[in-house]
């Protein structure tokens, strides 16, 4: 059963520094891109980075390009978000996802998330 | 930036009738392999989002066959041949063709 359990989401003041982690289990880790997804309190989806099966290719929106740096690890199977200079509008719901294919970018896969407020 | 735009906004439904939910989006999502790079989403309360519907008319696995999705280019629907009590949260398109990837702003579903 294919599982993806985020961590590492808490209070933190503006201008500080998270990382988030995803542990995925399940599937074969290395053969699937993966993907961060947000949802801020009450609203909508927004799609914030996804990094190859190997990690070597990365693409971010550019809200948070500079700020986020996503990584992945096929050997502890995990994908991480490190997130610095955080704002109170990165307050949210962070889901890591798994990318259904290599055609497309729908992703299959949602954990459960982990949530992230930036306040002082 | 593909932005979407969902219609309607707010859909109440009665347990057994069809349901249609539309997506646009602003550049097309046809690709040159004749896919179309449109997807379903449904988000019920307390959940996660989960996969509907992908390249525009395929189930995801384990979607119930009441859920199909059509259109192509620009245009896209959704629709539930028969909404159930289970059917209930907010469901979002994506485009999965272009980055950054865009969702629609959410068509939440309630049972009337």
């Known amino acids: 059963e294919v599982q993806l359990v985020e961590s590492g989401g808490e209070l933190v003041q503006p201008g500080g520094s998270l990382r988030l982690s995803c542990a995925a289990s399940?599937?074969?880790?290395?053969?699937?891109?993966m993907t961060w997804v947000r949802q801020a309190p009450g609203k909508g989806l927004e799609w914030l980075a996804s990094?190859?099966?190997?990690?070597?290719?990365?693409y971010y929106v550019d809200s948070v390009k500079g700020r986020f740096t996503i990584s992945k690890d096929n050997a502890k199977n995990s994908v991480y978000l490190q997130m610095s200079n955080l704002r109170a509008e990165d307050t949210a719901v962070y889901y890591c996802?798994?990318?259904?294919?290599?055609?497309?970018?729908?992703?299959?896969?949602w954990g459960q998330g982990t949530l992230v407020t930036v306040s002082s | 930036d593909v932005v979407m735009t969902q219609s309607p906004l707010s859909l109440p439904v009665t347990p057994g009738e069809p349901a249609s939910i539309s997506c646009r989006s602003s550049?097309?999502?046809?690709?040159?392999?004749?896919?179309?790079?449109l997807d379903w989403y449904l988000q019920k309360p307390g959940q996660s989002p989960q996969l509907l519907i992908y390249?525009?008319?395929n189930r995801a696995s384990g979607v119930p066959d009441r859920f199909s999705g059509s259109g192509s280019g620009t245009d896209f629907t959704l629709k539930i041949s028969r909404v159930e009590a289970e059917d209930v949260g907010v469901y979002y398109c994506?485009?999965?063709?272009?980055?950054?990837?865009?969702f629609g702003g959410g068509t939440k579903v309630e049972i009337k």
């Open positions: 996802a798994r990318r259904l294919g290599d055609s497309g970018w729908s992703v299959d896969y």
């Open positions: 399940g599937f074969t880790f290395s053969n699937y891109w």
């Open positions: 990094i190859k099966k190997d990690g070597s290719d990365k």
């Open positions: 550049q097309s999502l046809l690709y040159s392999n004749g896919n179309n790079y």
């Open positions: 390249m525009g008319s």
């Open positions: 994506m485009q999965a063709l272009h980055i950054p990837l865009t």
